[in-house]
C-alpha cells in the first residue's frame, strides 16, 4: 500500500464529537459561537448550547494543541498569558527576566487543559488549570454560554423557520436556559462541579482563583439536556451504555500481520462504526445506527441498512437487525402525499429535531426512496446467512412481504414490469434511487431527466430482492410463492438486458425516461447492477472493461458520472464525484462473478484512498479528478466525515477479498480468498456464524496462491473452500481443487 501523511482535511475549521443522541461541534479552539454556524452542543438535532468559549482574565487562552483522541472525545491544550514580543530569533524569550502581564501573571505561566467527553444525554466540561510559576497568582475564569434551541438543519442552512424566546435562570447550583415554545418546551442545564464558589450570570459561569506555585487544580461542569418527549434517567442511560459495551465487546477482529497499515485502516472504521448506533427508542433498536457527523445524526434508512449488511461479519448482523426492527414498527399502511408514504413503503429518515417535532418538514418519518424497501428484503437474506435463525425470518417476514407487494403495486407505477418513481411531498428530493440529489439522473447531453423515471440499480435491487425472497419462501415453507418470486425475477432479468442494453455503449442505460426511452448516460449506476447479478453472462465483461475505462475510473474509485458527460464535475454530489460505499459494493460484484483482479484493484485505491485523510476516514463523498493528476481527488463541499457507510467499506472489502459465503442455516461458511500481494495474510478472531464462533486464517503462499484454515473454533463450524457459485473465471478443476483442499488436514 502507498503511504500517506493524512494531510487532506474536510472541514477544516470544526472538530465534533458525539455519542448516541448527542452531538458537539466547536471550532478548531474548542468554541461554539458566531464564527461558525454548525457550532454547539446538540442533543436529538436540537442545539442546547449555542455559546461556549473560556476567558481567562478577560481574554482568550492561547490554544497549543487541539485533538480528537476518541470519537466521544475532545480535548485542548493552552497557556496564558501568550508573549506579545519575543527575541533571541525564536518564539521563546531572549533573557532570563522574569516579564508579566497587566494583572502580573508571567507569561506562559499557566497552561490549561480542557476536555470535552460527550455522554449519552450529557456533555461533560473539564478544565485543568496549573500554575508553573514560582509565584502566586490570581485569575479570574469565566465560561460564556447561551442556547438558542435551532435545529440542526436551521444551524446547516442559516434560517430559522421555528423562533422562541429564552428565559435564563441562575439557581444555585445550576444556571438553565429555558425554551419558550408551546410545542418545543426544552431547556438546558449547566451544572457546575462542586467545591467549588461559582458565580452564575445570565450568560456566564464565572469563579476567580488563587494559584500557589506548582499548584494544579481541577474543575468543570456538565451540560444536560432537558427533553420531556423521551426522557433518558441513570438507569436508562447505563442500560445503553452496557448494551453497547457488550456489542462493541463481541465484535470479530481483524488482524493483519504482513500490513499494519491496513490493520490500522480496518481498526479505525470498525472503531467508528462502533461509536454511531443512535441508542433510541425501544431496546431492540438502540444498535441502529446514525449516518454521520456532522450533519446526519439520524436514523437514514437506506445508510443503516447498508452498513449492517455490509459490516455483517463483524457482528453477525445485531445492528442490521436493530435497523430493520426500527424500519418495520415505521412500515406505512397509508397512503400521505406529504411524506410520500404509501403501504408497504418503510422511512428513507426519521430525524427528530424541532422541525420534524413541529411538523415544519415531513422527515419525523419520510418515505420517499425506492432503494430502502428492496434493500430491506436484501437485509434481511444477509442477517439470516450468518444467524441460519428462522426466528430472524418470522420477526421481519411480514415487513418484507408487504415491501414486495408495495414494489408490484405502487413502485411499478405504470405497470410495465420496472419500477418508477415520482415525489409528491414539495419537501421530498426529486430522485429516488441509489443517487439521490436533485440533479443526479442526466441525459446524454448532460439535461437533468424529469420525472417519473426509472434507474438501472432499482431494477437490479428488485431483481436480488424477488430472488432473496424466493429461497427464504422456501425456508419458511411458502413453496409457491418461492417458485413466484423466483419466476418473477427471471423474468425480470430476461428483460432488463433486452430493454435497456446499448450495443454502441456496450453498456446499460443509466435510467428510462417518462416516455421510456433510454437515458444514455454513463456511471457508476451499472457497477450496482453487476453486484445485484441482474446482467447476463455475456454483458458483464464488457460492462466491467467499460467501468474501468479511464472516463469512469479515476484510480481512487468509479465515478458516479463519465467525464464525458457535458454534465460532468468533480466535486458535485452525483454527477462525476467517487463514493466509496458503491464502489465497495461494486468490489463485491466483482469478486461475486470472478473479476478478481478488477476486485483487488478497486479494494487496493479504496484502501489507499482512506491514508489520505485523517484517522483514514473517507469522507461523505470525494471528488473525480484523477489518480496521479493532484495529490488528492478532491471533496464535495461540506461533505460529512465520517459517514457510516464508508466506515463500513473496509468490512464489506475484506468480505470480498476473503470470499466469505456463509450459509449458517447448515454451520457452513463457504470461502475463497483471493489476497493481493499487499495483504498476504488476514486473521479474524471471532467470527460468529449461527451458534458457533471461530477464528479463521487466511494467507498467500510463495507462489501467490491463497488459502484459509480454521485456527480454532467453539461450536459447529464448517469450513469449505469454493468460487462464488457464479464466477465466470471458475472452471471445474478450479472447483475440484478448491474442494480437495477443504478437506486437507488442517481443516
Known amino acids: 500500500m502507498e503511504s500517506h501523511d493524512g494531510t487532506a482535511r474536510i472541514r477544516p475549521e470544526q472538530v465534533y464529537a458525539w455519542r448516541g443522541p448527542s452531538l458537539l461541534v466547536t471550532n478548531t479552539r474548542g468554541e461554539c459561537g458566531e464564527d461558525d454556524p454548525l457550532s454547539g452542543f446538540y442533543f436529538r438535532e436540537a442545539r442546547h448550547l449555542r455559546t461556549l468559549r473560556l476567558e481567562v482574565n478577560g481574554e482568550r487562552p492561547w490554544l497549543c494543541e487541539a485533538g480528537a483522541s476518541a470519537p466521544d472525545a475532545l480535548d ?16 521563546g ?5 522574569v516579564e508579566t502581564d497587566a494583572h502580573g501573571i508571567p507569561y506562559r505561566a499557566l497552561d490549561l487543559r480542557l476536555s470535552y467527553r ?58 438553565c436556559f429555558l425554551y419558550i415554545h408551546p410545542g418545543l418546551p426544552l431547556a438546558t442545564r449547566i451544572v457546575p462541579s462542586e467545591g467549588w464558589a461559582w458565580r452564575l450570570q445570565r450568560d456566564r459561569l464565572e469563579i476567580p482563583l488563587r494559584l500557589a506555585p506548582r499548584q494544579e487544580v481541577r474543575l468543570g461542569f456538565s451540560v444536560d439536556p432537558v427533553d420531556p418527549e423521551a426522557p433518558l434517567d441513570r438507569e436508562g442511560i447505563a442500560s445503553r451504555e452496557e448494551l453497547l459495551r457488550q456489542w462493541a465487546a463481541g465484535l470479530a477482529r481483524v488482524e493483519v500481520p504482513g500490513n499494519r497499515t491496513a490493520q490500522e485502516v480496518v481498526k479505525r472504521n470498525v472503531r467508528d462504526l462502533v461509536s454511531f448506533p443512535l441508542l433510541e427508542g425501544r431496546e431492540d433498536e438502540w444498535l441502529a445506527p446514525q449516518a454521520g ?8 434508512g437506506r445508510d443503516a441498512l447498508t452498513a449492517g449488511w455490509q459490516a455483517a461479519f463483524l457482528d453477525q448482523g445485531r445492528s442490521l437487525d436493530a435497523s430493520m426492527t426500527l424500519l418495520g414498527r415505521l412500515q406505512s399502511d397509508r397512503f400521505d402525499e406529504g411524506r410520500d408514504e404509501e403501504p408497504g413503503r418503510i422511512p428513507y429518515q426519521v430525524r427528530r429535531g424541532p422541525l420534524a417535532r413541529l411538523g415544519l418538514n415531513p422527515f419525523a418519518a419520510y418515505y420517499a426512496d425506492h432503494a430502502s424497501p428492496l434493500m430491506f428484503v436484501i437485509s434481511l437474506a444477509h442477517l439470516f446467512s450468518w444467524t441460519g435463525d428462522k426466528r430472524d425470518l418470522q420477526r421481519h417476514w411480514d415487513t418484507a412481504r408487504r415491501i414486495l407487494d408495495w414494489a408490484r403495486e405502487h ?4 405497470g410495465d414490469g420496472y419500477l418508477e418513481y415520482e415525489t409528491k411531498s414539495p419537501h421530498g428530493p426529486k430522485n429516488q434511487g441509489w443517487k439521490d440529489s436533485g440533479n443526479a439522473i442526466v441525459d446524454e447531453s448532460g439535461r437533468p431527466v424529469p ?27 411458502e413453496h409457491e410463492d418461492a417458485r413466484a418470486w423466483w419466476r418473477s425475477a427471471l423474468d425480470l432479468k430476461e428483460r432488463f438486458n433486452r430493454d435497456w442494453w446499448m450495443d454502441e455503449e456496450g453498456f446499460f442505460a443509466m435510467a428510462m425516461d417518462p416516455g421510456k426511452r433510454l437515458v444514455r448516460s454513463l456511471g457508476s449506476n451499472v457497477g450496482h447492477c453487476l453486484a445485484c447479478g441482474i446482467l447476463n453472462d455475456e454483458r458483464m465483461p464488457p460492462v466491467v472493461g467499460r467501468l474501468f475505462a479511464p472516463d469512469l475510473f479515476s484510480g481512487w474509485g468509479i465515478r458516479t458520472l463519465s467525464t464525458g458527460n457535458p454534465a460532468y464535475r468533480p466535486l458535485s454530489y452525483h454527477l462525476g464525484s467517487v463514493w466509496a460505499v458503491e464502489n465497495a459494493t461494486i468490489a463485491l460484484g466483482l469478486r461475486r462473478f470472478g473479476f478478481d483482479v478488477r476486485a483487488a484493484e478497486l479494494a487496493r485505491a479504496l484502501f489507499d484512498l482512506a491514508r489520505l485523510y485523517p484517522e483514514d476516514r473517507i469522507p461523505e463523498c470525494v471528488g473525480g479528478y484523477a489518480r496521479g493528476e493532484r495529490p488528492f481527488p478532491g471533496a464535495y463541499p461540506r461533505a460529512n466525515t465520517p459517514q457510516t457507510w464508508n466506515a463500513s467499506v473496509f468490512p464489506l472489502l475484506l468480505h470480498a477479498l476473503l470470499g466469505l459465503q456463509p450459509v449458517a442455516a447448515l454451520d457452513l461458511l463457504v470461502v475463497d480468498p483471493v489476497l493481493p500481494s499487499w495483504l498476504p495474510e488476514v486473521i479474524v478472531h471471532g467470527v460468529r456464524l449461527g451458534g458457533a464462533t471461530a477464528t479463521l486464517r487466511f494467507w498467500r503462499d510463495e507462489s501467490g496462491a491463497s488459502h484459509a484454515d480454521v485456527v480454532e473454533k467453539r461450536g459447529t463450524f464448517r469450513l469449505l473452500r469454493q468460487p462464488p457459485l457464479e464466477s465466470l473465471s471458475a472452471g ?6 478448491a474442494l480437495f483442499e477443504s478437506l486437507l488436514p488442517w481443516h
Open 293 to 300: 457527523m456532522p450533519l446526519y445524526p439520524a436514523f437514514f
Open 93 to 97: 524569550q531572549s533573557g532570563g527576566e
Open 732 to 737: 471445474i478443476g478450479d472447483r475440484f481443487k
Open 451 to 477: 420525472t417519473p423515471l426509472g434507474t438501472c440499480e432499482l431494477q437490479g435491487y428488485w431483481y436480488t430482492a424477488q430472488q432473496f425472497m424466493a429461497v427464504m419462501a422456501w425456508v419458511m415453507g
Open 411 to 414: 413502485g411499478d407505477r405504470d
Open 76 to 91: 485542548f491544550v493552552f497557556v496564558h498569558p501568550e508573549r506579545t514580543r519575543f527575541g533571541g530569533g525564536g518564539s
Open 118 to 175: 460527550v455522554r449519552i444525554a450529557s456533555l461533560e466540561v473539564a478544565l485543568t488549570i496549573a500554575n508553573g510559576s514560582d509565584r502566586e497568582v490570581g485569575v479570574l475564569l469565566a465560561w460564556f454560554l447561551s442556547a438558542d434551541f435551532a435545529d440542526l438543519q436551521e444551524a446547516h442552512g442559516g434560517e430559522r423557520e421555528q423562533i422562541a424566546g429564552v428565559d435564563t435562570v441562575a439557581e444555585n447550583p445550576a444556571l
